[in-house]
């Protein structure tokens, strides 16, 4: 697969568009180091995903991008709070208070629930927070409305797009769901080569 | 947060399976440790009770219950032997020491044994406080156990009933009176209460006799008795021809053990036997029991192995988008692989502590039921260093449990994972 190329400062957002099966996914796998790409540059803050190695990388992931899937993904086996932990414990970096991020995502009740007990717009919420948890450089979102109602869609975008601006992330979005574009006027469309 | 804690609540997300493993695993480690604490207390308790006991001497029978009633205390006397033909034996140059005894009486379960001094001093028992050893007839020393049970003191009297086993019937003629207590020193003298031969000879006069036919030459005979100090060494003083139950006898020299046995077994209507080779006899017997328990606690760990693979294994199924959300917020492989491995140590470190507790347990139970037999003075609670191989032991079941499950894991491929959705 051929993909354009992508630029993004600090604080940008950017909506990659195409049909399912056109290669959106693998270019978020590539963009977050999750793949490795046949040629070409993915550069971070100058960093060249490409000569870093297997742990190198994992750290690096763990640090500077936060990742948003399509489901929530959370650890069924921690509490909330645990759960936005484990991102610190293993980027070994301090990154946001989180009872305050819990808080500004109005889920600072819920710090001690299990995450099987949350609604799919909470969890949702939660594995937001997670991939803020750290301050990333990038914030990558995989289909992350395509499972939710409107309400809580547009939640989740406003969210991504006010957190990312907070912590001056760039913030990249993969999607097909109409509704996300009303938010994002920039935008990139990948069609299958 | 960290891995430790991880894995523990990982563990503590399936309760269900996790304590089945536990309890598995601590099963079979249970069994072992059981095997292990008798073994060792056993033998050593076996060699420590037969120490200075060269040979023993018996009525006709069998030789391996000749040694436990004779020398342990648990099985049944093979009869009763004449005194003079004893006394002929002691007369053999071969012969350093001989100790007679009398057996057949018991208080409670615990039997009274007729003796001279020597028997004490073969185990260099002490007297606890202020007692004496017996020098008159009826007068009794305590083991340390006995006195516990009972709460007999010094100056107390008591009953015996006739029998080696409770329930018997009492004889109630004359009371025996504790002079003396001995210390605790873990060995047969325990579980034992120690009387002069005479003692026991008189107290089944009495029962031989009915009160009817009892004759006034007969009474007076027994006053007198009673006055008189009884044999401290050596075989007791009598013009009447009497019975012993058992013989213990020391060696004057190595030859003594090829010519000794055989004379005694060919020679008089008595058999002799030796503790070393009657315990060994033994444990060769009972050592098919214990390997085959050795066999069911090898099996049990093994499958408890398999079943902590097999829980490992089915919940890294579950589990493969949570270790791919742990690489995606930047936990590396290595990271992974020690977490599946930490779950698996950290469940058979549980068993294996778990097992050996409840194999201590299970030792207390027992002896708690047993308070009388061989058994009763073992020691349930002391831990011996083979009990930390059995931790090495269980720890290896656990690292041996995890290998494949932390490989698959090491091998996850996040993106596939992520993607399928």
Redo the contacts between chains.
């Keep these: 697969m051929i993909f354009p190329d992508i630029a993004l400062e600090a604080g940008e957002s950017l909506l990659v568009l195409g049909k399912s099966g056109s290669g959106k996914t693998t270019l978020l796998n590539l963009l977050a180091g999750l793949l490795k790409p046949e040629t070409g540059e993915i550069l971070l803050s100058g960093k060249n995903l490409a000569t870093l190695n297997g742990q190198e990388l994992d750290l690096f992931r763990g640090k500077e991008i936060g990742i948003v899937f399509q489901k929530p993904h959370l650890l069924a086996a921690l509490n909330v709070k645990e759960n936005l932990q484990m991102a610190h414990f293993f980027s070994k970096k301090e990154g946001q208070n989180i009872e305050e991020l819990l808080g500004e995502l109005e889920l600072a009740a819920k710090a001690k629930s299990s995450v099987l007990t949350l609604s799919e717009g909470e969890a949702q919420r939660v594995s937001i927070a997670r991939a803020l948890a750290n301050k990333p450089k990038l914030i990558l979102a995989d289909e992350p409305t395509s499972s939710l109602d409107d309400q809580n869609a547009e939640n989740v975008i406003k969210l991504l797009k006010t957190q990312a601006a907070k912590i001056g992330a760039a913030l990249i979005i993969v999607t097909h769901d109409q509704r996300v574009k009303s938010h994002i006027a920039n935008f990139v469309e990948v069609k299958s080569a | 947060?960290?891995l430790f804690k991880?894995s523990w609540?990982?563990l503590?997300?399936r309760p269900l399976s996790t304590s089945l493993n536990v309890f598995l695993l601590a099963l079979g480690l249970a069994i072992i440790t059981v095997l292990l604490l008798i073994q060792d207390q056993f033998e050593k308790k076996m060699n420590q009770d037969a120490a200075g006991i060269d040979l023993v001497v018996g009525a006709k029978g069998s030789p391996l219950q000749l040694i436990l009633a004779g020398v342990y205390h648990i099985d049944f006397p093979t009869g009763n032997i004449p005194m003079d033909e004893a006394q002929k034996l002691s007369r053999n140059r071969l012969v350093k020491n001989i100790i007679p005894m009398a057996l057949g009486d018991n208080y409670q379960g615990f039997r009274i044994v007729g003796t001279n001094h020597d028997y004490p001093a073969l185990y260099e028992a002490s007297l606890a406080d202020d007692g004496s050893l017996w020098q008159k007839p009826f007068e009794v020393v305590l083991g340390a156990e006995v006195a516990e049970r009972s709460g007999f003191k010094v100056g107390d009297e008591f009953l015996g009933s006739h029998g080696i086993s409770v329930g018997s019937h009492e004889h109630d003629a004359n009371n025996f009176k504790v002079v003396g207590v001995l210390e605790r020193k873990g060995n047969v003298l325990d579980r034992l209460i120690l009387t002069s031969v005479e003692s026991i000879w008189y107290t089944h006069d009495e029962g031989g006799t009915e009160p009817s036919d009892s004759t006034a030459t007969h009474e007076e005979h027994q006053v007198l008795n009673l006055q008189e100090d009884v044999a401290i060494k050596g075989f007791p003083k009598t013009t009447e021809s009497r019975e012993l139950t058992t013989l213990l006898i020391q060696y004057r020299n190595p030859m003594a053990a090829i010519q000794l046995p055989r004379l005694i077994n060919s020679g008089t209507s008595m058999q002799a036997a030796s503790p070393s080779f009657e315990m060994s006899r033994l444990f060769e017997l009972l050592g098919v029991g214990i390997t085959l328990l050795q066999g069911l606690a090898v099996v049990i760990i093994g499958i408890s192995g398999l079943g902590i693979f097999i829980a490992l294994y089915n919940s890294l199924k579950e589990r493969k988008?949570?270790l791919?959300?742990?690489?995606?917020?930047?936990?590396?492989?290595?990271?992974l692989l020690l977490l599946i491995f930490l779950e698996g140590i950290m469940l058979t470190f549980m068993g294996a502590i778990f097992g050996i507790l409840l194999g201590h347990t299970f030792l207390s139970v027992i002896i708690s039921q047993n308070e009388q037999g061989v058994v009763g003075s073992l020691q349930p609670w002391i831990f011996l260093k083979q009990e930390l191989w059995i931790v090495v032991y269980a720890l290896t079941v656990g690292v041996l449990a995890s290998i494949i499950p932390a490989f698959a894991a090491y091998q996850t491929s996040?993106?596939k994972q992520?993607?399928k959705?």
């Design positions: 947060m960290n991880l609540k990982y503590t997300f988008y949570d791919a959300i742990l690489r995606a917020i930047g936990a590396s492989r290595g990271q996040i993106a992520l993607t959705a």
